[in-house]
């Protein structure tokens, strides 16, 4: 089992940039892959990196890439969604999202057993 806690959620202007965070608990071994995921409300909910936690491996949505980077804290089941240059188009619920794996994988929602709770990110223009 596997205990998700996002935050750094918040209010920006377009432009602006913000640093989700999200750290793991319960049972922790190398063998899990963590990821971001985002959902506007009336939408499916969308991938948009995931990152292996036993090599720190990552994969990217590639509409992302350039704005959008995971992180691995020292702590390596803490990772972090450095999101840069937001746009009014990147507000929704983020959410993060582990499963037991043995290695970097893409997958969509159904792909992953353990979810937090989500954190608000709302970019005004």
């Known amino acids: 089992q596997l205990q998700l806690v996002e935050s750094g959620g918040d209010s920006v202007q377009a432009g602006g940039s913000l640093r989700l965070s999200c750290v793991a608990s319960g049972y922790l071994h190398d063998k899990i892959c963590m990821a971001w995921f985002r959902q506007v409300t009336g939408k499916e909910r969308e991938s948009l990196a995931i990152?292996?936690?036993?090599?720190?491996?990552?994969r990217y949505i590639n509409s992302m890439k350039g704005r959008f980077s995971l992180s691995q804290g020292a702590n390596k089941h803490s990772i972090y969604l450095q999101m840069n240059s937001l746009e009014p188009e990147d507000t929704a619920m983020y959410y993060c999202a582990a499963e037991y794996c043995s290695g970097i994988f893409w997958g969509g929602p159904g792909d992953f057993h353990y979810w937090g709770r989500g954190t608000q990110v709302t970019v005004s223009s």
């Open positions: 990152i292996y936690v036993g090599d720190g491996t990552t």
